[in-house]
């Protein structure tokens, strides 16, 4: 019988014998990563020299076999029995996302900044490292890097994948600044005019200059201006 066997019976474990009569129990030791049994002196069961719980112990089967030492029998009689070992990971991965600066600013002529990040995870069962994603507002709308950030606040999460499945995520804001001023284009020169008869002012016309910008569509600046074509002007320097 496995457990508890007759005065006379042996208990094989890994070919390593076992004092008869005495029964044991068998415990999954978390700080040596082994199953061990609560019987000192007993030795820990080895499966296939595994010692974490990233693959090899799971679905192994462990076999104990007992054998009695019947010296009026020439054949010694075995019973044995069995178990198989389920390991689930249940632990998350662990992540840490990166940290931005306060600002960036947007690149040359772009309403955008072109940013790379980076995140990192570890997970228990460390023989594979997680995968990361990134992606902003909803998981369908995954990013990669470099990414074109808008002018304004953009958060993006970050999920990391172990090889069983479990996600875990965490979040960063990216804040790009537009500091460009708009570029003018065909502003006039200086114009001298000859006051009109009998008054000492004159009417001016001139075409009005362009402008473009890296965020603002033309049609959208705001312009403010002191005076408009065909203004009158006093004799003088305005």
Request: aromatic fraction near 8%; charged fraction near 10%.
């Given at each position: 019988?496995?457990?508890?066997?007759?005065?006379?019976?042996?208990?094989?474990?890994?070919?390593?014998a076992?004092?008869?009569?005495?029964?044991?129990?068998?415990?999954?030791?978390?700080?040596?990563?082994?199953?061990?049994?609560?019987?000192?002196g007993?030795?820990?069961?080895?499966?296939?020299?595994?010692?974490?719980?990233?693959?090899?112990?799971?679905?192994?089967?462990?076999?104990?076999?007992?054998?009695?030492?019947?010296?009026?029998?020439?054949?010694?009689?075995?019973?044995q029995?069995?178990?198989?070992?389920t390991?689930?990971d249940?632990q998350?991965?662990?992540?840490?996302?990166?940290?931005?600066?306060?600002?960036?600013?947007?690149?040359?002529?772009k309403?955008?900044a072109a940013?790379t990040?980076?995140?990192?995870?570890?997970?228990?069962?460390?023989a594979?490292?997680?995968?990361?994603?990134?992606?902003?507002?909803?998981?369908?709308?995954?990013?990669?890097?470099?990414?074109?950030?808008p002018?304004?606040?953009?958060?993006?999460?970050a999920?990391?994948?172990d090889?069983?499945?479990?996600?875990?995520?965490?979040?960063?804001?990216?804040?790009?600044?537009?500091?460009?001023?708009?570029?003018?284009?065909?502003?006039?020169?200086?114009i001298t005019?000859?006051?009109?008869a009998?008054?000492?002012?004159?009417?001016?016309?001139w075409?009005e200059?362009t402008?473009?910008?890296?965020?603002?569509?033309?049609?959208?600046?705001v312009?403010t201006?002191?005076?408009?074509?065909?203004?009158?002007?006093?004799a003088?320097?305005?």
């Amino acid at each position: 019988v496995i457990g508890n066997p007759p005065g006379n019976g042996t208990i094989y474990v890994n070919g390593t014998a076992v004092t008869a009569g005495t029964s044991f129990t068998i415990l999954w030791n978390a700080t040596n990563n082994n199953l061990e049994t609560s019987q000192s002196g007993f030795p820990p069961i080895s499966i296939q020299g595994a010692a974490n719980f990233s693959g090899d112990l799971n679905g192994i089967t462990v076999t104990l076999r007992a054998q009695d030492t019947d010296a009026a029998s020439p054949t010694a009689n075995t019973a044995q029995c069995s178990f198989t070992v389920t390991v689930t990971d249940n632990q998350q991965p662990e992540i840490t996302c990166p940290a931005p600066a306060a600002s960036y600013p947007a690149d040359a002529g772009k309403c955008y900044a072109a940013l790379t990040f980076s995140a990192s995870a570890t997970d228990n069962c460390g023989a594979e490292t997680p995968t990361i994603l990134y992606y902003i507002g909803t998981i369908t709308n995954t990013i990669t890097f470099p990414y074109n950030f808008p002018v304004g606040s953009t958060t993006v999460t970050a999920r990391a994948t172990d090889v069983n499945g479990l996600t875990t995520e965490c979040s960063f804001t990216v804040v790009v600044t537009d500091n460009q001023v708009p570029v003018l284009s065909g502003c006039p020169g200086n114009i001298t005019r000859t006051s009109s008869a009998g008054v000492c002012t004159a009417l001016v016309s001139w075409t009005e200059p362009t402008a473009t910008d890296n965020c603002t569509p033309s049609g959208s600046l705001v312009w403010t201006k002191s005076h408009t074509p065909g203004s009158e002007f006093s004799a003088g320097t305005t």
